[in-house]
């Protein structure tokens, strides 16, 4: 399969790039994201992992109080409705195995404006703080 002809000219500049964007542009950028969408996550009550190479956040939501007892897909789509942020259920990536339970994924790929109404909108999650 053909990949559209808008793709394959994104992609000859992307591989054209310099070794500098994405060893320390590309990279510093998506830390930075990841940093402060953790930290917000963890103020709601998700226990986080920090990644070693992603631009995502895999989290655990099961001590989440609006969310626990939710399947991942019901935690998600609660997350999407109630406080208008999206994400994927965790169990997506583990085909068969119930490894998923209790498990979402957040993306820091997109833009820093994005990223900020999202982490107010987290803070729906724990009022008290």
């Known amino acids: 399969a053909m990949s559209p002809h808008p793709m394959q000219y994104a992609s000859i500049t992307y591989l054209n790039l310099p070794d500098e964007y994405f060893k320390e542009q590309l990279a510093i950028r998506y830390k930075e994201r990841?940093?402060?969408?953790?930290?917000?996550?963890?103020?709601?009550?998700?226990?986080?992992?920090?990644?070693?190479?992603?631009?995502?956040?895999?989290?655990?939501?099961?001590?989440?109080?609006?969310?626990?007892?939710?399947?991942?897909?019901?935690?998600?789509?609660?997350?999407?409705?109630?406080?208008?942020?999206?994400?994927?259920?965790?169990?997506?990536?583990?085909?068969?195995?119930?490894?998923?339970q209790h498990m979402l994924r957040f993306a820091a790929c997109r833009s820093m404006s994005d990223i900020s109404i999202a982490l107010e909108r987290l803070k729906k999650l724990n009022p008290l703080k």
């Open 34 to 100: 990841l940093r402060i969408l953790a930290l917000a996550l963890k103020e709601a009550g998700f226990k986080v992992v920090s990644p070693e190479g992603s631009y995502y956040l895999f989290v655990d939501y099961h001590e989440v109080e609006q969310l626990n007892g939710l399947s991942p897909m019901d935690a998600a789509m609660k997350l999407m409705r109630d406080i208008g942020v999206a994400c994927v259920p965790g169990d997506n990536f583990y085909g068969k195995s119930l490894d998923g």
